[in-house]
């Protein structure tokens, strides 16, 4: 039986060397190199000229809005600093909690700190309801 695997030579078949000319193909490559490389340096040439004559950019002036900057939105307004005005908040509280004053002037209701008002509700005792049940 004769060997499947063995090479046939026959010398009259060959490769095609016309099929691809590789010198051509190499050219063209170069070629399209050399064009991206004008074409960046053209778009590059482009950015420069169009950054340099843009104008800058500022918001349009109404006349009607010019002269009512300093014009405040009705009440209620909303915080602008929310942690100021708790601080201002708690300052008043702790000026009227530890000084004296009047609270009802024609009344003849007064206040005093109130450090010194649990002092005389120590010393004084609260005042307490009558007991009801044993009176009776």
Not at 26 to 40: E, S, Y
Not at 82 to 108: C, F, V
Request: no cysteine; charged share 20%; proline share 7%.
């Amino acid at each position: 039986m004769a060997d499947v695997h063995s090479e046939t030579v026959n010398p009259d078949v060959h490769h095609e060397t016309s099929d691809a000319n590789v010198r051509a193909i190499f050219g063209f490559a170069l070629g399209l190199i050399i064009a991206a490389v004008f074409i960046h340096f053209g778009v590059w040439l482009l950015f420069i000229f169009l950054a340099a004559n843009e104008k800058p950019h500022t918001a349009p002036e109404y006349p009607l809005a010019a002269g009512q900057q300093q014009r405040q939105p009705p009440e209620p307004r909303l915080q602008t600093n929310p942690r100021a005005d708790l601080r201002d908040l708690r300052t008043q509280e702790d000026a009227i909690l530890n000084s004296y004053g009047w609270a009802d002037k024609n009344g003849g209701i007064v206040r005093i700190p109130i450090a010194d008002a649990m002092k005389l509700a120590v010393e004084r005792g609260l005042p307490a309801r009558a007991d009801t049940k044993a009176s009776k």
